[in-house]
Structures are given as C-alpha cells and as structure tokens.
C-alpha cells in the first residue's frame, strides 16, 4: 500500500548542523569529563543498537586517475563522521552501535590510522553511546558481512589482521585465491582461536540473488558450514537489512522505482530478507537443527534519502534490542546468546516472552528441558509504546503469531532450506490479549510436548496473515513487523 507524505521530517542537512554544534560544545567541555562522571546503567534490559553503519571512510576511488586504486577518497562510499553517526544514533534511542566502514586495496590501513582514531573521539563525545570497533567484511566467496570486534586494548590491531589478511577487496588486482569459500572456513577458523572471539553477521543475505533464483552469494549450504566452523563467530544474519529508504524521494514521496533494502530481484517482505519472512523457510530450517542462528536488523546508513540516499540514520527506522547491560561485553554477549528481537518503525519498544514448566522458565534465546507429554505455559508482553516514531507516526500493534516448529537435530542435506512442521499455533488480536498502560499481555498454553520444538514471536501492524512481497516505491512506515528470536523447548 503506497501512501504520500507531504510533510517533511527532520531535515539531515539541520540536523548535520545541529550535531556539528553539540560536538563543538562536547569538545569545549571535553576536558571535564572524566570516566568517574559517565554513569553506567548495569542493570539488565533491553538496549536498543546497531550494527551496520558507514562513515566517510568507507571510501572510493578513482579508476579513471588512479588505476591501481592506491589513492582511497574519503567520503566516497558514505558521508558522515562517525562522531556524527553517533549523536545521531542517540537522538535515534540507540545505546550502542558498530562502525562498519568497507573499502577496497588498502583499506585496513585506512580503518587502522583514520577510522579508529576518529572512533575513539567519538566514544569521548558521545559516551552515552556504546560504540564498538567492526568493519563490513567483504567475505571470500561471498556477499558482506558485519565484523563485530570486542571492545579491548588489542582491537584496532585484530580487526588490521582480520581486514588485511581475509577481506576479498583488500588487494588490487584482485587474487582469485582471496576469493573463495575455502578461504573464508579459513579465516573463521583464525576468528575462532582469537580471545576474545568476535562476531560475524551475514548483511543483506538475499540481496545478491539473480532474478528467478531463491540464493545468490550467500547460499543456505554455505552459511551452514560458516557455523560449524565458528559457531560462536559466525551467529546469524540479518533479518531486516538496511537501506529501507530506497522507496522514497528526499520529499518523502514514492520513489515507484525503488526497492526496499535495495532488494531489486528478490524483493523483501515486510522489510525483511526471504531468508527470514518466508513461514518454514531456510531460517525455520535452521532452528529445527537446533542451530543457534540469531536475526539482527540495521540501517547500513551511507548516506540519508534526503540528500540523494537511500537510508535511514542508525536508529531512525530498524533496531536491534539486546536484553543486555549496557557494557561491551554484555552486549556482545547478548547478540552471541541470542538474546534479541527487532523491530521496524519502532513498532515495538520491549518484548518479553517466557516458557515454563514447572519452577523452569526460559527466555529469548534460551532454552528449556520437559518431560515428554508435558505441557509448556507461553506468556508474550509486548511494549507498544504511546508515542510516535520518527515519521510523526504512532503505529499500533495489531496482530502477534506464535509460530513453532519442530527441533530433529542436523540434516545431511546442508543445501536444505525448509522446515515443513513450521506453523503459526495462534494468532493473538486486541480479542485475545490484555492491555495495561502500554503493554500488551497474552498467553498460549502449549499442550502434550511429546518432542523437542522451538517457538518464536513476530508481529505486525497489518492486517497480512504472512508478510507478501514488498512491491516498488512502497511506504516502508505503512508495513511494520517485529521479530524475536527463538526459545528451545528440549524433549527428555
């Protein structure tokens, strides 16, 4: 459904001006705050990030002056400081986020002496924002990726190593050798050893798929093996991939030749990637592996849609909630664990959902054993906050399924991409839940579990029963959904 907006939202080129002066007034005051003065909330809940985010050192270059592609040109890929990512990322209700910045010949050298200096000023101005150290991987044999590094004395010169040594784009002219599967399972293999591990994320993994073909670069076979390699590396994907923008003009109108995420051959649906969307499909086929293979969201902002992009800031439209203290390793432990949902159009703020038996209960993420022929108690509370988004929406959840699908362990065939006993056990409407304040509470009593079987949550403010594929020049604020990830129920 296309709707057209003739208001106009937060200006970026005010907004560009704005953050210019609150990081001129943080650098007057820089010099009074001390660590002592950042308070640290260390209390568990759930924090909101992301993980895919350019600055002006995802660079360019040249060909045409510069053949050998030697002379990288600052802001050719993106156009934003990361100091400005962040202010932005705050006023967006991030609590933390990763600089990704991706290049070609040389750019470990840029990421090592320009990118992370200017990371290091920004987590001084801006402390309210967790800020991590990553990079979008450009994978041997394979579509990008976000690295996540953990935040350490030693993390600007792990992630040099992980760039310069495995990243496909890193040399010129391009090494067939630095472009191959076998090549990857053999930096998954480094990332593996390293102490602390860091985190991979498959970006936007249905994006490279040809017209009429199902996979491109990333294929389910693939990513599988990336997790046997590095399972607690390489932990997921992308449900919601960035550039969601890509269906609107700088005033907010349709742009009726644009795809969400940029997904031009293989649409999305509902914003996310068909690995995700699709009921049964390749990620239902992972979890009845009992895989833990987690779903993040992220903005992959380069540059906002009004001045000629495609993207929304950090935050504006997608976001990651970590059940998490707000620290490094907290957060980073969080997305390792699985302990996450996300969210379009902050449709949803919080999102609770419990398993019981007996005195055991488990949460996203988690598991939980019972006896045979036992019956499980599911309780799913949901924010729906009353307020509105940033396109001056106050979007209203409108139906919540509770899918499950059963757990047979690892398959022989690593090309297989669906789960036949995925299904939607019940769907909750405003008939079927309670209301207190902002929350929505609802129950399902799962009875007679005879087998093992995972259970997840999605949500929407539609009235689709599945999400359809997103047609050109669609609103993405008219189609919102949220998704969490799993909870294991293990068969004794």
């Known amino acids: 459904m296309n709707i057209i907006k003739t208001k106009v939202n937060f200006s970026p080129k005010m907004g560009f001006r704005l953050c210019l002066l609150g990081t001129m007034f943080l650098l007057l005051f820089h010099s009074c705050i001390t660590e002592k003065d950042i308070t640290v909330d260390q209390k568990a809940s759930w924090i909101a990030g992301d993980h895919h985010i350019h600055s002006k050192f995802s660079v360019g270059f040249n060909s045409e002056t510069d053949p050998q592609r030697t002379s990288p040109i600052i802001g050719g890929g993106a156009n934003y400081s990361i100091p400005m990512n962040a202010l932005m990322a705050r006023r967006s209700g991030l609590s933390w986020m990763v600089a990704t ?11 090592l002496e ?23 991987l450009n994978p041997p044999g394979a579509d990008h990726s976000s690295l996540i590094i953990p935040n ?46 860091p985190i ?81 499909g390749f990620w239902d086929s992972m979890l009845g592996e009992g895989r833990h293979w987690w779903i993040t969201a992220n903005s992959d902002s380069h540059v906002h849609y009004t001045e000629g992009g495609s993207d929304f800031w950090p935050g504006e439209y997608s976001k990651t909630y970590v059940y998490a203290e707000k620290s490094y390793d907290a957060i980073l432990e969080g997305i390792r664990s699985g302990r996450v949902f996300v969210t379009t159009g902050d449709l949803i703020s919080e999102l609770d ?10 949460q996203i993420g988690g598991s939980l054993e019972v ?18 988004n940033h396109h001056q929406d106050n979007p209203v959840v409108t139906r919540v399924d509770l899918i ?16 036949p006993s995925t299904r939607v056990v019940h769907r909750f ?21 005879t087998g093992s079987l995972y259970l997840r949550v999605r949500g929407t403010n539609t009235t689709e029963l599945e999400p359809e594929p997103d047609p050109p020049g669609e609103d993405p604020w008219t189609d919102l959904w949220f998704y969490s990830n799993p909870i294991f129920i293990q068969v004794q």
């Open 404 to 419: 499950i699908g059963k757990v047979t362990g690892p398959g022989s065939d690593p090309t297989h991409d669906r789960n």
């Open 353 to 362: 959902i419990s398993a019981q038996f007996g005195n055991k209960t488990a």
């Open 200 to 280: 991979l994320i498959a970006n936007h993994p249905s994006r490279s798929a040809q017209k009429g073909k199902q996979y491109g670069l990333d294929d389910p076979a693939e990513l599988r093996k990336w997790n046997d390699t590095a399972p607690e590396v390489s932990v997921g994907m992308a449900g919601a991939p960035g550039h969601q923008a890509a269906t609107l003009n700088p005033d907010n109108t349709p742009k009726l030749k644009g795809f969400r995420g940029g997904y031009g051959r293989l649409p999305t649906r509902g914003g996310f990637d068909p690995m995700t969307a699709r009921l049964g």
């Open 429 to 449: 409407n405003q008939d079927n839940w309670s209301v207190n304040s902002e929350y929505k509470t609802m129950t399902y009593n799962l009875k007679n579990v």
């Open 114 to 136: 320009k990118a992370y200096p200017e990371l290091v000023l920004s987590r001084e101005l801006v402390p309210e924002v967790i800020q991590f150290f990553g990079l979008e």
């Open 152 to 197: 350490d004395d030693n993390e600007a010169q792990q992630l040099f190593v992980l760039e310069s040594k495995f990243d496909r784009a890193e040399v010129f002219p391009i090494d067939p050798e630095r472009n191959t599967e076998p090549r990857m399972i053999q930096a998954l293999e480094f990332m593996d050893k390293l102490k602390p591990k």
């Open 101 to 111: 910045d991706h290049g070609g010949p040389n750019h470990s050298k840029v990421n």
């Open 371 to 388: 006896s045979s022929g036992t019956d499980v108690g599911i309780t799913i509370k949901l924010k729906d906050p009353e307020k509105n």
